[in-house]
C-alpha cells in the first residue's frame, strides 16, 4: 500500500517506523498509509528549515513573490489532479474541492503582493537631521498544523505569507488526507522554492509537541478543533513562542420574520449541508424568530432537503459526500439521538444513508431538527456534520443573546429585510464574522480571518493584513549622520522635540 511520507530539504521522505491508514470515506475502505514523524524526523525538518533561513531572509522580496505566481499557475494547471486528492481521501464533491482550491489560490495571489506588503513605515526629520524608519522582519523557522477539512486551502492561509515574508516553515497537516498537501508543496518547489523553505511533516501528536517545545520555531499557527487549539495556544506560548491558534463553531443564522424564505433556504442548504457540514464557518443553527417564520422554514427545508443528492467525490452532481472516518460519523449519529433524547423533534432524518456502490461509506443524510434548546448537548457542542438545528425564539434580541451566550464565536448571518436590524445585529454580536444575507461569511483573502471567543486563542487573525503581521516582527531605526564639524556634548536628560 503507499505511504505518504514527508517533503524535507525539497526531498520525499519516508519515515514509516509507525504508519496510518488513510481512508477513502466514500467507500470506508483504507487505501493509502500515512507516515508518522518521529521526534528525529521533526527535528531534522527543523534543521534544514534552519539552514536555507539566511538565504532566503536575504532573498529580494520581489524574487520570493516571482515563486509564488509560478506557484499559482501549477496550482490552476493542476487543478484536476489537486481535486481527485482532496475528494479521495477527504470525501468533498470536485465542484467543493475546486471551491476550496480557489480560495487557497486567492492567498497565493494576496501574498504575491508581499513587496508592497513589507514595504514599512518612514518617518523624515523625527529631530533635527534625524530620519526614523519601521520595516517588518521575519521572525525565522515557524511552524503551521492544520485540519482535515480544507487540506489545501488552510495550509495555503499559512505558508505563503510565511515563506514570502522571508521565514522558513514546517508544515504538519492532518494525517487523515495528507496527499494533496504534500502534492501541492511539491509545485511550489517546482515553482522554484529553494530547498529547506518549506518542509512538510506528516504525523501526530509526537511530530506537533516537538514543534511546540523545539527552541528554534518561533512561531506556531494552528487551525483545528478548540480542545487542540487551546493546548496549542498554551503550549507554544509557555515555551516563548508567538501563537495563534483558531479552534471550533457553532454558527448560528438568526431568521426573521421578514426575511426573504426563499433565498434563506436556498443559501441555509448549501451553508448547512455542502462539504457535510465539515467546515468551521458551516451554518449549523437556524434561530426562528416567531413560530410563523418558524414553521414556513421547517416546511420549506422539509421539501428542499428531499432533493439533496449525497454520493461519491467523483460524480459532481452529488451536492455533498461522505463524513471524513467512521468514528465520526458515529460522532455525528450520535449528535441526532441526544438530540432526540433530551425532547427535540428529528424532523428529517439522516441516519439511515444508503449509498448505492458506497455501502461501507461514511454517509450520514442532510437532517433537520426542530425545537432544540440551549440545555441540549447538541446545541452546545460542535456537531461538524450535515445537521442544521432550528431553535424558536420570540425576538430578535433572545436570538442575539442566545449567540453571544454561546462558547463559539466565528461566524454568523442574520437574513432580513430591515437595514436597521441588520446595523444593530452587526454592531452588538460577539462573533468575529459577520453575514448580512450571507451565509458563508468567509473573509476574501485581503481581510483577515479569525472568531472570537472560544473559537480563537491568540491575537490576530489568520491571512491577509493579519498574516503579513503575525509572521514579521517590527524593528524601527532611527538614524543621524553627524556633519564632522558638528558635535554635541553629552546630554543626560531624555531626548525630546522640546
Ligand atoms: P483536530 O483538532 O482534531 O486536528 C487538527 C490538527 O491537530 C491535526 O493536524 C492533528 O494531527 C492535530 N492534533 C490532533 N490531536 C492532537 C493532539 N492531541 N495533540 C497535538 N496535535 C493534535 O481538528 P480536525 O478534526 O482535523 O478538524 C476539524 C476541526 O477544525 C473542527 O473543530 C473545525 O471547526 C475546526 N476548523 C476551524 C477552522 C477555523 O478557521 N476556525 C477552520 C477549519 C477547521
Redesign the pocket.
Known amino acids: 500500500m503507499t505511504v505518504v511520507g514527508h517533503l524535507i530539504n525539497g526531498q520525499r521522505r519516508e519515515d514509516s517506523s509507525r504508519t496510518q491508514d488513510v481512508f477513502n470515506p466514500a467507500k470506508g475502505v483504507a487505501s493509502k498509509q500515512v507516515a508518522l514523524a518521529s521526534k528525529a524526523t521533526v527535528e531534522e525538518a527543523i534543521a534544514a528549515a534552519q539552514a536555507a533561513f539566511p538565504a532566503w531572509r536575504d532573498t529580494p522580496p520581489m524574487k520570493r513573490a516571482r515563486i509564488m505566481f509560478r506557484f499559482k499557475e501549477l496550482l490552476e494547471q493542476n487543478a484536476d489532479r489537486i481535486c481527485a486528492l482532496i475528494g479521495e481521501e477527504h470525501g468533498k464533491i470536485l465542484h467543493d474541492a475546486a471551491g476550496e482550491l480557489q480560495r487557497g489560490i486567492e492567498n497565493v495571489e494576496y501574498a504575491c503582493g508581499a513587496p508592497e506588503l513589507l514595504k514599512g513605515e518612514y518617518s523624515k526629520n523625527v529631530g533635527p537631521g534625524i530620519d526614523s524608519w519601521s520595516e517588518f522582519q521575519p521572525l525565522g523557522v515557524v511552524a503551521g ?6 487540506p489545501v486551502m ?1 495550509p495555503l492561509w499559512m505558508y505563503p505569507m510565511a515563506i514570502v515574508c522571508g521565514n522558513c516553515f514546517i508544515l ?5 488526507d495528507p496527499s494533496s498537501t504534500l502534492f501541492i508543496a511539491e509545485l511550489l518547489h517546482e515553482a522554484g522554492l529553494p530547498s529547506g523553505v518549506l518542509n512538510v511533516v506528516n504525523g ?2 509526537e511530530a ?2 516537538t514543534l511546540l517545545t523545539d527552541p528554534r520555531i518561533q512561531a506556531v499557527s494552528f ?4 480542545p ?1 487549539a487551546e ?1 496549542i495556544y498554551k503550549t507554544a506560548t509557555a515555551h516563548g513562542k508567538r501563537c495563534q491558534a ?4 457553532k454558527n448560528h443564522a438568526i431568521v426573521m420574520p421578514d426575511a426573504d424564505l426563499d433565498n434563506v433556504v436556498s443559501s441555509l442548504l448549501g451553508a448547512a449541508f455542502g462539504s457535510s457540514g465539515e467546515r ?1 464557518m458551516a451554518l449549523s443553527v437556524a434561530v426562528a424568530v416567531g413560530d410563523e417564520i418558524a414553521d414556513a422554514l421547517i416546511a420549506r427545508m422539509t421539501e428542499a432537503m428531499s432533493k439533496l443528492k449525497v454520493g461519491a467525490y467523483d460524480d459532481k452532481s452529488n451536492d455533498f459526500g461522505p463524513l471524513i472516518t467512521r468514528q465520526h460519523k458515529d460522532k455525528v449519529v450520535g449528535y441526532i439521538a441526544s438530540a432526540e433524547a433530551q425532547g427535540a423533534t428529528v424532523v428529517v432524518d439522516g441516519r439511515q444513508a444508503r449509498i448505492a456502490g458506497c455501502e461501507e461509506g461514511f454517509f450520514v443524510d442532510a437532517t433537520l431538527i426542530d425545537r432544540v434548546t440551549p440545555e441540549m448537548t447538541s446545541y452546545q457542542e ?1 456537531i ?1 456534520g450535515p445537521v442544521l438545528q432550528v431553535v424558536r425564539v420570540a425576538t430578535m434580541q433572545d436570538a442575539m443573546d442566545l449567540i453571544n451566550a454561546h462558547e463559539y464565536g ?1 461566524g454568523t448571518c442574520i437574513y432580513t429585510r430591515d437595514g436597521e436590524a441588520a446595523r444593530y445585529f452587526s454592531d452588538h454580536i460577539q462573533v468575529g464574522m459577520v453575514g448580512i444575507n450571507i451565509p458563508l461569511p468567509v473573509p476574501v483573502a485581503y481581510h483577515s ?1 479569525g ?1 472570537w471567543k472560544r ?2 486563542f491568540g491575537d490576530l487573525h ?1 491571512y491577509g493584513p493579519d498574516g503579513v503581521r503575525f509572521y514579521t516582527r517590527r524593528k524601527t531605526i532611527t538614524q543621524r549622520w553627524p556633519s564632522a564639524n558638528v558635535r554635541e556634548g553629552a546630554e543626560f536628560s531624555m531626548p525630546t522635540m522640546k
Open positions: 498544523i492544520t485540519p482535515f477539512n480544507f488552510v504538519k497537516p492532518s494525517e487523515r501526530d501528536k506537533v509537541d487551525v483545528g478543533s478548540t487542540i493546548y483558531l479552534g471550533g463553531a468551521c460542535e461538524f466565528n480571518f472568531g473559537s480563537l489568520a
